[in-house]
């Protein structure tokens, strides 16, 4: 059974971590492309709708490969994980369903309008369609993001007779304590990676011709959301951070490394490095600065936290993946604000297309945003074992009964070959579209190249992951 467990939780984890790219990068594009076509509407540029049409064909090709991803990983609720969608389904199901809802009359009914409808609906009538499809991926990760909150934070339910979670208050289930913070957090990160991305590729083309048409306008663009995204989504993760406390406190001291309970007013120290021992229950190799972790945990030099010494080793997450994801999410959103900066510095001084060293940097960082939001999903989810239902249903008990871990075995291979041919096809033409800049009068997407897009099941991060 126990192995069972693990590759089922291998399979999900799998495959919800590329979706999570996919849906994250439609949402920060779609976005990104509504305010690209209102910019040509306002001020007449030409560059920003040949921008948008540039931009246009990855998000067909996003949207088409995320249908795949995100069919795929839906399955595994009816094959690995049958017991938690029988026990949670009256309150995940209705959510789930208004999502792909969502996903089908708003992104996919207006996707055609957006990608083939200019010259047939006219400038203002396309704009509102482009509006709608952003609004349609906002409205599709607000269901997702709530119904994976309420996994974390579970409010207004009843239990059944039959062990099955009832809805008795929707109002509690949608708001339930931790999704606002989620829903901020997520959609911070989605801008932010696609803002890095974008500027990367922008980057790309000015070290390779300093005059490339869309490449500056692009670099600027990105820099100001990072200027300004990433400091907010700072003060979003340290908000987020104060619930998780108090719902979630083992989650917290994983993150932080603390073992031992603390005597009250000592402070909480800022641990810089360890290598966490689950079995030992204490750090090797610890490089710490005392009482500065109380400044983001409690905000007061002298408070403390919980250590997990505290807890019963039964419910304790795997310390060390949270430990380290946390650290990797942390330091690359400090890059982040770093890159923001010095943009802010470089423009005052002239030099933003000038400075080769920034360009450079702008590159490397290129997946930063998205290696960032997959570290923050590990600490999130793998925080939250051993529970699925934090605190209501373990995650023991929520695998599909009597499923065999050859069966689990053969399935995470296929989908793993599978996940493996159709990223692959995908990152190729992605780079192939991104390997030149924008053309003055950039044609937007061939009708073939989505002609057999599906709408997404999923769109949003953070889809019940971590089982």
């Known amino acids: ?33 509504m305010v690209l076509e209102a910019l040509w509407l306002w001020t007449a540029r030409q560059v920003y709708i040949d921008i948008y049409n540039y931009w246009l ?18 399955y595994q609720f009816g094959t690995n994980w049958g017991a938690f969608a029988v026990r949670t389904g009256p309150v995940i199901g209705p959510m789930m369903m208004y999502e792909i809802v969502v996903a089908f009359f708003l992104e996919s009914g207006f996707l055609g309008v957006m990608l083939f409808g200019m010259k047939k609906v006219g400038r203002k009538w396309h704009f509102g369609a482009t509006v709608l499809v952003a609004i349609g991926s906002i409205l599709s990760a607000f269901w997702i ?3 994976n909150s309420w996994m974390h934070t579970p409010a207004g339910y009843q239990m059944g007779a039959d062990g099955r979670f009832l809805p008795v208050d929707w109002w509690a289930i949608v708001f339930n304590p931790s999704f606002p913070y989620r829903l901020v957090h997520m959609t911070l990160a989605a801008f932010l990676s696609t803002a890095f991305l974008v500027g990367g590729v922008a980057a790309w ?8 048409h869309g490449a500056r306008a692009m670099l600027s663009m990105s820099l100001w959301m990072a200027l300004f995204a990433a400091p907010l989504q700072l003060l979003a993760g340290d908000k987020h951070g104060e619930n998780t406390l108090e719902h979630q406190p083992q989650k917290v001291a994983a993150m932080e490394g603390d073992w031992d309970a603390r005597a009250p007013g ?4 800022m641990v810089l490095f360890a290598v966490p021992d689950m079995r030992e229950r204490r750090n090797h190799y610890e490089v710490s600065i005392p009482r500065v972790a109380s400044l983001y945990l409690r905000h007061d030099l002298s408070g403390t936290i919980r250590g997990l010494k505290e807890f019963p080793p039964s419910d304790i997450p795997p310390v060390p993946t949270v430990f380290f994801a946390f650290r990797a999410m942390v330091g690359l959103g400090l890059l982040m604000i770093a890159a923001g900066i010095a943009g802010l510095v470089l423009r005052w001084k002239r030099r933003l297309y000038d400075a080769t060293w920034l360009h450079r940097a702008m590159v490397a960082m290129s997946p930063a945003g998205f290696v960032a939001m997959l570290a923050g999903w590990t600490v999130t989810e793998v925080g939250r ?34 996940y493996v041919v159709m990223f692959g096809v995908g990152l190729y033409y992605l780079v192939r579209l991104l390997a030149r800049p924008p053309e003055e009068g950039e044609q937007g997407p061939h009708p073939s190249l989505v002609q057999h897009i599906r709408p997404r099941a999923g769109t949003a991060p953070a889809h019940g992951a971590g089982k």
């Not at 051993?386 to 009964?401: E, N």
């Open 1 to 33: 059974m126990e192995a069972g467990i693990d590759l089922a939780r291998s399979q999900f984890g799998f495959t919800i971590g590329l979706h999570i790219v996919l849906a994250a990068f439609s949402i920060g594009l779609a976005n990104y492309l």
């Open 266 to 269: 000592s402070g909480e120290p």
């Open 205 to 212: 083309h000015l070290l390779r011709d300093r005059h490339a």
């Open 57 to 74: 064909k990855p998000f067909a090709l996003t949207f088409a490969v995320g249908a795949v991803s995100g069919i795929v990983m839906e």
């Open 385 to 418: 074992q051993p529970w699925t239902v934090y605190g209501a249903l373990r995650t023991s008990q929520s695998i599909s009964p009597q499923i065999g871990w050859q069966t689990v075995a053969w399935s995470l291979a296929a989908t793993v070959a599978l």
């Open 145 to 147: 993001l709530s119904a």
